[in-house]
């Protein structure tokens, strides 16, 4: 009986391979799936505020959030487009050397901004759709908290929680990734992204949802009252707070924790015997052989020799 799943080693090289197929796209198509990769993972941050903004209490808060929020990830994955988080797997194709260091640069930067795009412009229809005006302007108001708190972060702290953050977002694509199905891809990855959510860990591409979705929010009175967040605490949500507090180090610890963590850790564990190579080479040939067949037993050449 075949495997469902695909081994350590199959995984890396199909990461690798995945990576080399992601740089080589041309630069419409790299920022197009990233600005589709913002809007989706915007999407399920919407859902889950929305789901929780009138629950008080913390713990179930973070639970039904964990239990909405990863329908972001599902629609990357399985409907296809590029997140920048996820990206950050695309080192294991440079340090296997299949890809330019330049060429991942490239890559990350494109969909970096990509997906700033896709966000921003999820937060602005968001916004001016009403919505926020969900139970009475409550759910304006649960944005800016949300907005303040990611704000007021400590830079050394941010850090540390995108890279917790994105050592478990790869994880979760690397498991996606090792199921053959759509029902395996689901189960393998809404766990881990389940556990991220709870945990409170931050991620750079969702935060460009979250914080200017708060930023606008906080221009209406309403709203703010809602928020129940000082003057004091208005007064530090700014764009600039938004770039220098929050996204420059959660992106800096997202880099580390994906980049490195995981795929440099699962690198140096799977080519220490060549064994990514064997496998690489090993699906060449199939291809090879499969693409050989399909030419022999053409209409114009019925007879497969």
Same mark, same amino acid.
């Given at each position: ?7 350590? @080693? ?10 080399? +197929? ?17 809007? *989706? ?13 009138? #629950? ?19 629609? #990357? ?19 296997? +050397?299949?890809?330019? *260091? ?10 970096? /901004?990509? $997906? ?10 968001? &916004?001016?759709?009403?919505? *926020? @005006? ?25 850090? /540390? ?32 992204? *389940? ?6 860990? @931050? ?6 949802? &979250? ?34 507090? $929050? ?6 610890? $997202? ?10 850790? &699962?690198?140096? /564990?799977?080519? +220490? ?13 199939? @291809? ?14 019925? +007879?497969?020799?």
């Amino acid at each position: 009986m075949e495997s469902q799943s695909l081994t350590t @080693e199959e995984i890396a090289a199909y990461t690798i391979k995945t990576g080399i +197929k992601k740089v080589n796209r041309t630069t419409r198509q790299q920022f197009l799936l990233a600005i589709l990769a913002g809007a *989706f993972v915007s999407l399920g941050a919407i859902a889950s505020n929305t789901a929780v903004h009138d #629950i008080s209490s913390v713990g179930m808060a973070k639970v039904i959030s964990g239990l909405v929020f990863p329908v972001g990830l599902f629609m #990357i994955v399985i409907a296809g487009a590029d997140l920048f988080t996820g990206n950050c797997l695309i080192s294991m194709a440079v340090l296997e +050397k299949k890809v330019s *260091f330049k060429k991942m640069v490239r890559n990350l930067t494109i969909v970096y /901004i990509g $997906n700033m795009i896709g966000a921003l412009l999820f937060a602005a229809m968001e &916004y001016n759709s009403g919505l *926020f @005006e969900l139970s009475g302007g409550a759910l304006g108001g649960y944005h800016i908290k949300t907005a303040v708190y990611k704000t007021g972060i400590p830079f050394g702290r941010a850090v /540390i929680l995108g890279i917790m953050c994105n050592i478990v977002v790869c994880v979760a694509i690397w498991m996606m990734y090792a199921a053959k199905d759509v029902t395996g891809k689901i189960l393998a990855g809404f766990f881990p992204i *389940f556990a991220f959510v709870i945990s409170g860990f @931050e991620h750079s591409i969702a935060n460009m949802y &979250y914080i200017p979705a708060g930023i606008l929010a906080k221009s209406n009175p309403m709203f703010v009252e809602y928020s129940k967040v000082s003057q004091e605490g208005l007064s530090t949500l700014t764009w600039q707070s938004f770039f220098v507090n $929050n996204l420059i180090p959660v992106t800096i610890g $997202n880099i580390i924790g994906g980049a490195v963590f995981v795929s440099g850790i &699962y690198w140096v /564990i799977t080519t +220490k015997k060549k064994v990514v190579e064997r496998v690489l080479v090993a699906e060449v040939k199939e @291809e090879a052989k499969e693409s050989y067949v399909n030419v022999v037993a053409s209409p114009g050449n019925p +007879k497969i020799v």
